[in-house]
Every structure is written in structure tokens, then in C-alpha cells.
Nanobody
């Protein structure tokens, strides 16, 4: 069974940091890109970042460039999203998703319809 499980969310003050994790299991190969998306209350789901299957290709939404970093540990089948200098507008439920068996990220990070498998989400709240 293909499964993605996010963790690492929580409540943090503006300017703080969190690291989200996305653990994958059940895939017969590691030929898949991973995307992070988020959905704030009352808003549509939006793309945040993507990393290719080999970890060498990444892209980010303009709103998080310079603050978020995506990385991948293939040995652990885990993708991380390091979020620094968090802002109240980053408050959302964050989801990771797998585009299997596509290895590369799309130029547009905001393509949720291209992803086939989704985790249950982890909640991030940025507030003082």
C-alpha cells in the first residue's frame, strides 16, 4: 500500500522555524517526485515546493523562496521541508504528495492535479 505520512507541524511564533517530514512507504521504486502543498482556511490548496526523485531538482513558490528548503534522504525514503522565518500567512495544513512514477518536478510548482498520492496533512500555525 502506497503511503505518505507527514509530521513536524505545530505552533510557532513569527520568525520561528519548523521542519516538516514526509515519510514514504509502499512504493516499488523511488522514481517519483515529491511535492509539498498547503491549504489555509477558506483558501484553495497551493503548491509550495517540489523535489525530483534524485534530489537534484527543486523549485519553490515565490512566496517561500529564500525561507523554505526542500531536501530528500533516499535511504530513509523521507523528504523534508525546512521552514525558516515563518510568517502568519504561512499558517495552513501542509500536505506532501507523490507524482509516481514521474522523476522530475514541473516548472509550475502549483499543479496538485498532477500528483497521485497524498498524505493526511500536518498543521502549521504561525502566531504570536
Amino acid at each position: 500500500q502506497l503511503q505518505l505520512v507527514e509530521s513536524g507541524g505545530g505552533l510557532v511564533q513569527p520568525g520561528g522555524s519548523l521542519r516538516l517530514s514526509c515519510a514514504a512507504s509502499g512504493f516499488t521504486s523511488d522514481d517519483y517526485a515529491i511535492g509539498w502543498f498547503r491549504q489555509a482556511p477558506g483558501k484553495e490548496r497551493e503548491g509550495v515546493s517540489c523535489i525530483s526523485s534524485n534530489g537534484e531538482g527543486t523549485n519553490y513558490a515565490d512566496s517561500v523562496k529564500g525561507r523554505f528548503t526542500i531536501s530528500r534522504d533516499k535511504a530513509k525514503n523521507t523528504v523534508y521541508l525546512q521552514m525558516n522565518n515563518l510568517k502568519p500567512e504561512d499558517t495552513a495544513v501542509y500536505y506532501c504528495s507523490a507524482d509516481w512514477p514521474n522523476r522530475a518536478c514541473y516548472n509550475d510548482v502549483n499543479l496538485p492535479s498532477q500528483y497521485d498520492y497524498w498524505g493526511q496533512g500536518t498543521r502549521v500555525a504561525v502566531s504570536s
